[in-house]
Nanobody, 121 residues
Framework: QVQLVESGGGLVQTGGSLRLSCAAS????????MGWFRQAPGKEREFVTG????????YYADSVKGRFTISRDNAKNTAYLQMNSLKPEDTAVYYC??????????????WGQGTQVTVSS
């Protein structure tokens, strides 16, 4: 099973930026569609954005469209989430996972520890 490790979270002010990384344990990463999810306190985990295995197709939830950008570098077995114009409502633990497809983001691997993003107002 592919292991995934998220990093790059932190505390930023409203309007700031962060870049999250998701490092995969092996090269089969390049065969999988990838997604970023987040879970805010007291809320269910939600799908935020996805990218297909080649990087040619992406999906964004309305709440982050125009502010977040997902990308991947298959040579480095790593996916990224560039987050700009951050808002307090973006505060959550962010997770990455392999997904069935960007239209059906069922997670395929176990969840990692996630990375905390906190946006202060």
């Amino acid at each position: 099973q592919v292991q995934l490790v998220e990093s790059g979270g932190g505390l930023v002010q409203t309007g700031g930026s962060l870049r999250l990384s998701c490092a995969a344990s092996d090269r089969t990463f390049s065969s999988y569609n990838m997604g970023w999810f987040r879970q805010a306190p007291g809320k269910e985990r939600e799908f935020v954005t996805g990218i297909n295995y080649s990087g040619g197709m992406t999906y964004y939830a309305d709440s982050v469209k125009g502010r977040f950008t997902i990308s991947r570098d298959n040579a480095k077995n790593t996916a990224y989430l560039q987050m700009n114009s951050l808002k307090p409502e973006d505060t959550a633990v962010y997770y990455c996972n392999l997904i069935w497809s960007i239209g059906r983001p069922d997670p395929l691997s176990s969840w990692g520890q996630g990375t905390q993003v906190t946006v202060s107002s």
